[in-house]
């Protein structure tokens, strides 16, 4: 192996992720990628592609092999870090013996916060979506083959950047650069080609947004999710830098 930081963000959906991805898109040593394994999950899994929007556009451009992508992380030496930007359910049964030689960390969310947020892109959605339940089966495996990780709860992200994104650097064992703090309010070339369906806000930001609890009722026809969700976000945030 070289010496270059493969960083592999886990996240759920609606997880302040692509504020991440920017974020470390501000770095002068840092190439940053946008989701690299979403082809691979929509390919083998059949349901997914029905009620994902751009489904087909992005199995029609991006890399449809997930052994494919695991081995152009691992030999991509663009720049001395590296950040990989995953949703944890694109994983599905691939290998995951490639995560013994990235720095692996978990981002959670309050499913209170997070729940009605997605359910607004793809409506009443289930545990396999929302990623709870598999970041729990993540850390599990991360503990049994001792590989080292850390997990980022957006909601202290979001209270405290500079301090939580230190710590991380951290982790990371990388120099925290001032520069991960702001960006302009655009769209990013790295941008995934579902960007319009997701990304409104993130491009409209310059920066990481001020933490605001809901005022919004939590919607009833999420309660069953919430309570199947909150046991497993309490175990990861018991975890949380």
Request: net charge neutral; aromatic share 12%.
């Amino acid at each position: 192996m070289d010496n270059v930081k493969r960083i592999c963000l886990w996240s759920g959906p609606r997880n302040i992720s692509t504020a991440l991805m920017y974020s470390f898109a501000q770095r002068f040593d840092t190439k940053v990628f946008d989701e690299p394994l979403y082809a691979y999950y929509l390919k083998h899994h059949p349901e997914a592609h029905s009620y994902h929007p751009g489904a087909d556009d992005i199995l029609k451009t991006m890399e449809n092999s997930g052994e494919k992508v695991v081995n152009l992380m691992l030999t991509n030496n663009e720049k001395p870090v590296l950040f990989f930007k995953h949703m944890t359910h694109h994983l599905l049964d691939l290998n995951r013996d490639f995560m013994k030689k990235t720095v692996n960390v978990i981002l959670t969310r309050d499913p209170k916060d997070m729940l009605p947020s997605f359910d607004k892109v793809i409506y009443n959605p289930t545990i396999d979506d929302v990623g709870y339940a598999l970041h729990i089966e993540l850390l599990d495996y991360f503990e049994k083959h001792n590989i080292p990780f850390t997990v980022l709860d957006s909601k202290k992200v979001l209270l405290n950047p500079k301090e939580t994104l230190k710590k991380l650097c951290d982790f990371a064992n990388i120099p925290f650069d001032h520069n991960m703090l702001a960006w302009q309010p655009k769209q990013r070339q790295e941008d995934g080609i579902w960007a319009k369906y997701w990304y409104h806000n993130v491009h409209k930001s310059n920066g990481f947004q001020k933490y605001e609890p809901r005022e919004n009722p939590f919607p009833t026809h999420l309660n069953s999710l919430l309570n199947e969700s909150q046991p497993y976000y309490e175990k990861l945030i018991s975890y949380s830098i």
